[in-house]
């Protein structure tokens, strides 16, 4: 059974960091392309930040130079550190994983008032 359980969502204030974990499970994790998503309050889900098995990196421009996704193939877990945090951060992140077939997390939110 396919797992992955996201942890470290919460509220900050605008500026703030706030560090993102997805730990997986029931998955050839350092086979998959890992994924961080994010759906505000009546938008469509979108893209923030993408790490492939070798490690490169693809960014929503909206979070480049503020986020940074990593992972940690030992350990199953992908993290994402959020920097100088703004409103329009505020969503529910939501974990993936890509490969053959595509593996979603619960999600969790990310409040940033404004």
């Known amino acids: 059974q396919v797992q992955l359980v996201e942890s470290g969502g919460g509220l900050v204030q605008a500026g703030g960091s706030l560090r993102l974990s997805c730990a997986a499970s029931g998955i050839t994790f350092s086979r998959y392309v890992m994924g961080w998503y994010r759906q505000a309050s009546g938008k469509q889900r979108e893209l923030v930040a993408r790490i492939t098995s070798a490690g490169d990196t693809h960014y929503a421009d909206s979070v480049k130079g503020r986020f940074t996704i990593s992972r940690d193939n030992a350990k199953n877990t992908v993290y994402l550190q959020m920097n100088s945090l703004k409103p329009d951060d505020t969503a529910v992140y939501y974990c993936?994983?890509?490969?053959?077939?595509?593996?979603w997390g619960q999600g969790t939110q990310v409040t940033v008032p404004s």
């Open positions: 993936a994983a890509e490969w053959a077939s595509v593996f």
